[in-house]
């Protein structure tokens, strides 16, 4: 997992002093350009739309997201001013909402129809048009969304998320460290090197047989 991480602690505190620092604005459109709390991102999309109003996430991709362990950030960006971009970004929110998961955490900015503001963070992200949807794990990037007005954004979303991590895991499986500090039982991985490590031929001729071992005496046991 040697990728460049993002600090998102260091993000959060952005949302935070961004937000005080950056006086609101009208965009193009007359659309809020900035950070935006989830209760203004509900707002503006049930004002955009008043269906908004009784949307419910979608079940699949709620289970999924209620069982992440580990913090997994969504950073959108949106333009206020455009109903889709806001009732996409509060699916997102309502759905994390809904989930109760302090893993889950978002961030959403606003941005003015020629992406010539806020600058400096469109810059940073590489956003090149909107709306655009940047997913973090663990505070490393593992993949970005570009959705489509209408679709089940929170479906897409979870998904990614999990193809993110099965790959991710996959790529650590010599890495026992990783395994020790991370949740991967939901994973359709074959965990028998990092759970039988150091009898490796062993355990691979055992399995093959279809027998099982047992964790030798002592053996510390890893996060499922």
Known sequence: ??????????????????????????GQEGAPVGYLSRERIVSLATAADGAFASFAPSSSALASLVALVDPVHVRM??????????KLAGAICRTFEASGNAALSAEFIGVAKDLSEPAAIIADNGVTGVPEIIVYWLGVEVGRMLPK??????????????????????EMLQDN??????????????????????????????????????????EEPLIP
């Open 1 to 26: 997992m040697r990728r460049a991480k993002s600090a998102i602690a260091g993000g959060t505190l952005c949302v935070l002093l961004g937000t005080a620092a950056m006086a609101w604005r009208g």
């Open 77 to 86: 960006f949106l333009l206020a001013s455009r109903p889709d971009d806001l």
């Open 149 to 170: 007005p209408g679709v089940v954004v929170e479906e897409e979303l979870a998904a990614l998320v999990q193809q993110a991590r099965a790959q991710i895991a996959q």
């Open 177 to 218: 460290e990783f395994f020790r500090n991370t949740y991967h039982s939901d994973l359709p991985l074959d965990c028998t090197r990092c759970h039988f490590g150091g009898r490796g031929a062993k355990s691979d001729i055992l399995r093959k047989a279809g027998q099982r071992t047992s964790p030798k005496s002592g």
